[in-house]
């Protein structure tokens, strides 16, 4: 089960911090990662974590602006976001997978259910 926490309204420019409490979790989830959906648009990834090492992977829409981590539990994903724009209003889901090549292309195993960001101008 994934539950996700954190959206909300914010100014451009502004910053948000997401958590995804993640509970049920095996060795066989080792992938984690967070994507978003605007409006109008189809879902994309934005940043993906290994749970053993901690590897990471971000798209170029999160690179240099958003950060993503693991407690040291290893069971609550957060997504810091700075300089927020208006185009990143969007829907935020967590997802855990089984595997690092579907994490990355867009089909994890699991997903959250989602919060929302909304980012005015």
């Known amino acids: 089960q994934l539950q996700a926490s954190g959206g909300g309204l914010v100014q451009s420019g502004g910053s948000l911090r997401l958590s995804c409490a993640a509970s049920?979790?095996?060795?066989?989830?080792?992938?984690m990662g967070w994507f978003r959906q605007p409006p109008g648009k189809e879902r994309e990834l934005l940043a993906a974590i290994t749970r053993t090492v901690g590897t990471t992977h971000y798209s170029e829409s999160a690179k240099g602006r958003f950060t993503i981590s693991l407690d040291n539990a290893k069971t609550t994903l957060s997504l810091e976001m700075n300089s927020l724009q208006p185009e990143d209003t969007a829907v935020y889901y967590c997802?855990?997978?089984?595997?690092?090549?579907?994490?990355?292309?867009?089909?994890?195993?699991?997903w959250g259910q989602g919060t929302l960001v909304t980012v005015s101008s």
């Open positions: 049920g979790l095996t060795f066989r989830t080792n992938y």
């Open positions: 997802a855990v997978g089984f595997r690092w090549v579907t994490m990355l292309g867009g089909r994890p195993d699991y």
